[in-house]
């Protein structure tokens, strides 16, 4: 019984570190599992990226711009729910003591001039500009596309 214990609470400890170990923080950010979904075919040049983005600072900040080397841009989208397509915006703000959550259907970063195919449970580095915080380099992951589409 001790052993199965022992060996429940290493497991649990394993999987927490596991949850924890994809997020970002900095100067009062934390960047919460930033991820894409796999692109279908080799030809597909968009894909958006998605992510949460806490502050929990007292003063607002605002994502300003992205970059990765694994497309030729990145643009800033605000997409209203039941709007076909998104356009793009120069900033979103992060409320001081908030979130700012970039989720399908809403706002959302789209990586444009893809460089190869984005394929499940690889992963691509991303770097972030705040306004306050400064650049935050992290890790996107790419995820399974869950219903058939990638954006």
Same mark, same amino acid.
């Given at each position: 019984?001790?052993?199965?214990?022992?060996?429940?609470?290493?497991?649990?400890? @394993?999987?927490?570190?596991?949850?924890?170990?994809?997020? +970002?923080?900095?100067?009062?950010?934390?960047?919460?599992?930033?991820?894409?979904?796999?692109?279908?075919?080799?030809? @597909?040049?968009?894909?958006?990226?998605?992510?949460?983005? &806490?502050?929990?600072?007292?003063?607002?900040?605002?994502?300003?711009?992205?970059?990765?080397?694994?497309?030729?841009?990145?643009?800033?989208?605000?997409?209203?729910?039941?709007?076909?397509?998104?356009?793009?915006?120069?900033?979103?703000?992060?409320?001081?003591?908030?979130?700012?959550?970039? &989720?399908?259907?809403?706002? +959302?970063?789209?990586?444009?001039?893809? &460089? &190869?195919?984005?394929?499940?449970?690889?992963?691509?580095?991303?770097?972030?500009?705040?306004?306050?915080?400064?650049?935050?380099?992290?890790?996107?992951?790419?995820?399974?596309?869950?219903?058939? +589409?990638? +954006?």
């Amino acid at each position: 019984m001790i052993r199965f214990v022992a060996f429940f609470v290493l497991a649990l400890a @394993a999987a927490s570190s596991a949850v924890t170990a994809h997020s +970002h923080k900095k100067k009062g950010l934390e960047i919460v599992h930033p991820w894409t979904p796999a692109t279908a075919s080799g030809d @597909a040049k968009t894909s958006p990226v998605y992510m949460i983005i &806490k502050n929990g600072g007292r003063r607002p900040d605002r994502l300003l711009s992205a970059r990765t080397p694994a497309a030729g841009k990145i643009e800033l989208r605000v997409q209203d729910s039941g709007a076909a397509n998104a356009s793009s915006t120069a900033s979103f703000e992060i409320p001081a003591g908030g979130l700012l959550e970039l &989720k399908r259907g809403g706002p +959302h970063l789209a990586a444009l001039g893809l &460089k &190869k195919r984005l394929d499940a449970y690889q992963g691509f580095r991303m770097t972030l500009e705040f306004e306050r915080a400064g650049r935050v380099t992290i890790d996107v992951i790419v995820e399974e596309a869950a219903d058939g +589409h990638t +954006h």
